[in-house]
């Protein structure tokens, strides 16, 4: 079994020996270089552009105002429409009357380099007249507040709203009510490979190939060919080796349209690189939601309603799935428990800053985030332990339909808590931080905990045409068999890190009864694999490894159907077994799959009417989402004379149903903790008063390295989702989700007989100490 081995990545020979493509390694003859000039104002009437200047200089063959550009252009797309009363004002690739953000492109200069374009770009004259901008959310809703696009009269992008149970008598009944406020920073998603296009038209068959450091090269085929209106086949999209996304390159950016537009005008071929600090501004940011949880519950624990209060701001303008993101999270501030009554309200706004767009998690986070300190805070009103308050909590009965309506097929809650703390050895822990609360010591210790559950691998298309969302949430996959015995699969997913061509591998190999070896993975181009719903929310084997498991079955029934044929035998008397098929009862007589396929690609002997070949496809849209979940653990030491804040053990213990690699399963987890600690501790982005990026480069906006991190202890519970015949549930987000609580519980808890209740993210020495100094009066 190929399954559950952790077979070595594939991908990583090529990355290791730098021999992967990544998009800035692309060149084609006559490329110009494009650089895309950025309002340095967070908010700023644009009285005028003048590119003469940029025009006149060395090596610049074109520069472009939005406003010469206004008939190329097309309002960048979103395709999440969340509410009836949504304000969804358009977005150009360039701005004309206003800049709206800092980072917000106002021109594009192109030139024979890369150094003289950005040179040239700095030529460019824009009157800019300043206007007052606002950046925070709870502010652009006051009265009088500046409006990001003046036209819509408000700053108020779309109320949303989801009820369920008798919520307010909840409320009225309950013995204890418990109310929270946070807010989940800002963050900067930091791929290691900046974002990238290049785009080569082919004039004489009208044709344009586009290579994009994308995470969605077919939804980016589909959407700049209906907002440019091109004919899709004449377009062709590649994804190339792609060096992360977390989420920031699922979307259609002005840049990538930019390209393309100005390549089609030009007759040249197009290239962008983002820099480093260019991207703080121009590539989606995660998070910046206020949250606003209530718990009532009885005097004993038992939680009986929550009601939520969100405020998410949007950016200057809607991305493809920015309305949405906030809503991911809608149905899971319930967490794990039984909750009847649920009342959730978010308000979308607009601000002048960057937008915002899917970040790792993406609503779950902040789902996870606010259920679970609530969950603290009701420990600690009631004097109980948080293990407690989740034990008596616990859905423990499956399939659940939840009070916000969904159903989670399977799960064991318990059992990952349990596991965590016997890892963690709790009784121990808590013994030592009594002790050093004891002694006074200056180094105070604190213990998190964070249960749980996620809905991913978005799909069923049904569920997320209820949520308005524009597009289905299928996934197409095709095994094929070449003629030698090598198999060839083509995906729709479209892997960024991922390691798919490994664990797609896994799945043919064992289905087939061939080596992993002999499975070859195509994807991430248009030309090859010409629909798919690409890669993000978990998604890609939920689906995308289920549409393989589903086509690879097909090919074993041709299979079947062919050798049943060449033995003369009934099919329903042939088994098929390590990759052979033989007659049941005399196992020396049969034929190897590969065999088969050789047989079926010269069509000599084929049954009647059989179409030659050994291939199928299988396009899978799952019944349910997938529902992974777990128990992961913090413990901090707290300095409490300087606030300086460690995490010093971190144990996670995720079920994320069957495990196809645990190897790429832990580095899944590994990076998600490490991005979901770096929100609890380290990351956060500032916009000041105007509007400008406080927090503009690496050494402002602190990511953290291995060196701030212990070494995680990593383990698993498994409950194999009964959605899917593969058994498995999405791990790629999970440690993103689970972690900020957990990490943020563990500070509270380690200052909590300080009188520190509450604490604001990211938990950095001096908000530390600030809290400690208030707390102490
Ligand atoms: N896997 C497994 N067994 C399981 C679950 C998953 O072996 N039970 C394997 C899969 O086969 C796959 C990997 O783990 O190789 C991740 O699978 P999955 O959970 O389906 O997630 P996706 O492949 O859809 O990846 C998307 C997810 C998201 S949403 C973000 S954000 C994220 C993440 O993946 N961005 C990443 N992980 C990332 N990893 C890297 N290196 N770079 C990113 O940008």
């Known amino acids: ?48 552009v003048d590119v003469a200047r940029a025009r006149a200089a060395r090596g610049v063959v074109a520069a472009f105002s939005g406003a010469d550009l206004a008939d190329d252009l097309a309002a960048l797309p979103c395709a999440w429409p969340v509410s ?9 690739p360039l701005a004309r009357d206003k800049a709206r953000y800092a980072g917000d492109g106002v021109a594009v200069v192109l030139a024979e380099s890369r150094a003289l374009a950005k040179d040239a770009a700095e030529l460019v004259e824009v009157d800019y007249e300043p206007l007052p901008a606002v950046t925070d959310v709870e502010a652009a809703l006051a009265e009088g507040a500046p409006l990001v ?10 109320t949303w709203s989801l009820s369920a149970g008798e919520v307010d008598q909840a409320f009225a009944q309950a013995a204890v009510v418990v109310k929270e406020s946070y807010y989940q920073n800002r963050l900067i998603p930091n791929a290691i490979e900046p974002r990238a296009v290049l785009v080569q038209p082919l004039p004489a068959q009208g044709e344009y190939t586009v290579w994009s450091t994308t995470q969605i090269p077919h939804i980016l085929h589909t959407l700049l060919a209906l907002t440019l209106g091109l004919p899709q086949a004449k377009l062709r999209v590649i994804a190339p080796a792609v060096g992360g996304g977390f989420g920031s390159k699922l979307d259609v950016y002005a840049e990538e349209q930019l390209a393309l537009v100005l390549a089609r005008k030009l007759g040249r071929a197009v290239k962008w690189v983002e820099e480093r600090s260019e991207g703080y501004l121009a590539t989606i940011h995660g998070r910046d939601v206020v949250q606003e949880i209530e718990l009532a519950a009885t005097a004993e624990g038992e939680i009986t309603a929550v009601r939520v209060r969100l405020t998410a701001a949007m950016g200057a303008y809607l991305q493809l799935v920015t309305p949405g993101i906030p809503l991911l999270g809608a149905w899971l501030y319930g967490g794990c428990y039984g909750v009847q009554a649920y009342d959730l309200h978010c308000t979308g706004v607009f601000t002048n800053t960057t937008p915002t767009d899917a970040y790792r998690g993406a609503g779950r986070p902040e789902a ?9 805070a009701l420990a600690r009103r009631l004097g109980k332990d948080p293990v407690d308050i989740r034990r008596r909590n616990f859905i423990r009965e499956f399939p659940a339909t939840i009070a916000s309506g969904l159903t989670i097929d399977a799960g064991d809650f318990p059992a990952a808590l349990d596991r965590a703390l016997a890892i963690l050895d709790y009784d121990q822990v808590r013994r030592e931080q009594a002790d050093r609360r004891r002694r006074g010591d200056r180094r105070q210790l604190g213990v998190g905990l964070s249960t749980y559950i996620e809905m991913c691998g978005l799909a069923p298309s049904r569920i997320l045409a209820a949520l308005r969302y524009g597009a ?13 015995g090598t198999v060839q699969v083509l995906t729709g997913t479209s892997p960024h890190g991922q390691g798919h061509a490994t664990t ?23 030309a090859v694999v010409p629909l798919g719903m690409d890669t993000y929310g978990s998604r890609s084997l939920a689906v995308g490894g289920v549409a393989l498991y589903h086509a690879a079955d097909k090919v074993i029934a041709k299979a079947r159907a062919i050798a049943a044929h060449q033995l003369e035998v009934a099919e329903q008397d042939l088994e098929f077994q390590a990759g052979r098929f033989f007659v049941r009862g005399s196992p020396d007589r049969g034929v190897g799959i590969k065999d088969v396929a050789l047989q079926a690609w010269t069509a000599h002997n084929l049954p009647d009417g059989m179409e030659p070949g050994l291939e199928a496809s299988h396009v899978y849209d799952p019944p349910n989402f997938s529902w992974p979940s777990g128990c992961h653990a913090a413990v901090v030491e707290v300095d409490t004379e300087t606030g300086d804040t460690r995490l010093v053990r971190y144990v996670a213990v995720d079920d994320v149903g069957r ?42 906006y602190l990511v ?53 209740t509450n604490l604001a993210m990211p938990a950095t020495p001096e908000r530390v100490w600030r809290a400690i100094q208030e707390a102490r009066g």
């Open 704 to 756: 953290p390295s291995a060196a701030e991190l212990p070494s995680f202890q990593v383990d698993r519970t498994e409950t194999p989702s009964p959605t899917n015949p593969l058994g498995v549930k999405g791990v790629g987000e999970t440690g993103t989700i689970a972690s900020p609580a957990a990490v943020m519980n563990a500070v509270v808890d380690a200052l909590s007989h300080l009188g520190v």
């Open 84 to 92: 009836e009363d949504i304000n969804m004002p358009p977005h150009f």
């Open 472 to 484: 289905g949430g299928w996934e197409t996959a095709t095994v094929r068999f070449l003629p030698t």
């Open 149 to 158: 696009h003046d036209e819509l009269g408000t700053n108020r992008c779309y």
């Open 659 to 700: 495990v196809i690699n645990p190897q790429i399963v832990d580095g899944q987890v590994h990076g998600g903790i490490a991005q979901g600690v770096a929100q609890a501790l380290y990351e956060e982005a500032v916009y000041d008063q105007d509007g400008n990026l406080v927090t503009g480069s690496m050494l402002t």
């Open 1 to 48: 079994m190929a399954i559950g081995q952790a077979v070595l990545r594939k991908e990583d020979a090529g990355l290791l020996t730098g021999q992967t493509r990544f998009v800035d390694d692309l060149t084609v003859p006559g490329m110009v270089w494009m650089a895309v000039v950025r309002s340095p104002y967070g908010h700023a009437r644009i009285r005028g």
């Open 368 to 376: 996870t985030y606010a259920i679970e300190r609530a969950v603290d």
């Open 504 to 526: 797609w591998s896994q799945i043919v190999a064992d289905r087939l009864g061939v080596a992993v070896e002999d499975v070859e993975l195509l994807h991430g181009d248009t």
